[in-house]
């Protein structure tokens, strides 16, 4: 399906007008609830020969007419005259429409939608006919409620220009609806609205009440009707109950004539969402606690290998603390944020310094370079890697620059990340003396690039490469877009 931006490409719409219709679009759910039909949005294209369907909203509240998906379909005069009618004319009308191919006679109301003093779009309501059915008081009261939203799309006050973001936790007119006088009275309370009234603890008859003589809080109420925008907050009547109150204020000729209050109960939903920050913090204090105990496990590691004479074991310690602190650099930046992804440039910064630590001949520095940018990584790919550069930039520190070495005086190593949301690639390059001639990874001898191997093809699913150009060259490939 084309996005809203590659439509208005067809037609001859601005950037103001998309933008207003994007709004209508965002929420016209409640309109189409409102008059149990489906609604569709023209444009006319810009060849003028005939009309662009633009947008398409179907009702939960009744049954809908158009099962298939219409959007992006440019339709004739003769195909939609009644919208034909209603551009040129510039007002509201209404007819009567045979549905090609199926014979089926539907209801059509044709409303011109009005942007800063000029129509830019055509709303349609579409609805099967009914025959010998008298509407119920709910069912009218909701039309007529419709009709006022309708005649606000035609004056051009409806949307509205603020941005009022619509979620799936936004209540809908199925949750409950409450409709105000202009002074704030109830005129109507939907069954559902009652129930919600119910849960809040109010049980008297609310039509011709205001929400504050019934013990409801009304800021939002209120500043709906003094600043004539949309305005949603949760109400917490009770310990164990909250209320979603969305306050849509009715305006004629930009005057405030009354409001359609939206209601839902979101109890369950805020139980669930404290539940989950809950979960989150204890999953943060996890990762810290992990973080303080490798932390003591690399201190004890340090604090053992100062008390040993140079050799072997006091290397083999040394390797051993340093991966310890990769690790702990992973469960550092989980103990931070929640979730389990990991921003791995700020893993990157720490273990350069670490490798900076362990240069042999401090006068004789490396320049350690980090280019790229590897994103947001699973915290089960994030931690392997962490230690998978760690042995990579200490094996460049130790081998590439031997206290022997002749070369270049300007001694650089590099990392260049890349992450293309499929695969990860990784590069540890430098300057330096190079692989032995007879070098192949597969059977390294040593433990750190054994370590390094064993992680990327095993754990991280990856490939590895290691060749001299220059002086060595490490090629990590991981595929990423599975483990999103």
């Not at 809203?4 to 950037?15: C, G």
């Not at 040394?318 to 991966?323: G, L, N, T, V, W």
Request: glycine share 8%; proline share 4%.
């Amino acid at each position: 399906m084309s996005t809203p931006a590659e439509l208005a490409q067809q037609t001859s719409l601005d950037s103001a007008a998309l933008g207003h219709l994007q709004r209508l679009m965002g929420s016209w759910g409640m309109l189409a609830d409102l008059c149990f039909a489906d609604l569709l949005l023209f444009v006319p294209v810009k060849t003028g020969e005939g009309f662009l369907v633009f947008g398409q909203m179907r009702p939960t509240t009744g049954q809908t007419l158009h099962r298939e998906d219409l959007v992006g379909t440019v339709m004739s005069e003769d195909d939609r005259p009644w919208v034909a009618r209603s551009w040129r004319g510039q007002e509201i009308v209404e007819g009567e429409l045979v549905l090609n191919g199926r014979g089926e006679h539907a209801r059509v109301q044709c409303i011109p939608v009005r942007h800063q003093g000029r129509v830019v779009a055509v709303l349609t309501r579409e609805a099967p006919q009914t025959v010998g059915r008298r509407p119920g008081e709910l069912e009218r009261v909701y039309v007529e409620t419709f009709e006022r939203f309708a005649r606000m799309v035609v004056r051009g006050e409806f949307p509205f220009a603020v941005e009022d973001v619509h979620t799936s936790e936004s209540p809908r007119v199925g949750d409950g609806v409450l409709l105000l006088d202009s002074g704030g009275r109830v005129e109507y309370a939907s069954p559902n609205a009652v129930n919600a009234m119910h849960r809040m603890g109010v049980y008297s008859n609310t039509v011709g009440m205001r929400l504050d003589e019934l013990g409801v809080e009304e800021t939002a109420v209120q500043r709906a009707f003094f600043d004539a925008v949309p305005i949603t907050e949760e109400i917490e009547r009770r310990p164990d109950v909250i209320v979603s109150l969305s306050c849509i204020p009715l305006l004629d000729e930009g005057e405030v004539s009354g409001a359609l209050v939206l209601l839902r109960d979101v109890t369950d939903l805020r139980r669930r969402d404290r539940l989950l920050i809950s979960k989150d913090a204890t999953i943060r204090e996890v990762h810290h606690r992990v973080k303080n105990n490798l932390q003591t496990i690399s201190s004890l590691l340090r604090l053992q290998g100062r008390r040993l004479s140079p050799g072997e074991g006091k290397v083999a310690l040394q390797e051993a603390e340093r991966r310890i602190r990769s690790i702990a650099l992973v469960h550092e930046i989980l103990s931070r944020e929640a979730g389990d992804q990991v921003d791995f440039n700020e893993i990157i910064d720490p273990l350069v310094r670490m490798a900076r630590e362990g240069v042999l001949s401090p006068d004789r520095p490396v320049g350690f370079f980090v280019e790229g940018d590897a994103g947001e990584l699973p915290a089960e790919l994030a931690t392997p890697l962490a230690v998978v550069l760690t042995e990579l930039l200490q094996n460049a520190v130790e081998h590439a620059f031997p206290e022997d070495y002749t070369g270049t005086d300007d001694r650089t190593i590099e990392v260049t990340l890349r992450n293309d949301g499929a695969e990860l690639h990784v590069r540890v390059a430098d300057n330096g003396a190079g692989l032995p001639s007879d070098f192949a990874i597969d059977d390294t001898k040593s433990l750190g690039l054994s370590i390094v191997r064993d992680l990327v093809t095993g754990q991280l699913g990856g490939q590895i490469d290691m060749r001299t150009d220059g002086g060595t060259v490490v090629d990590l490939r991981i595929s990423v877009d599975e483990r999103a």
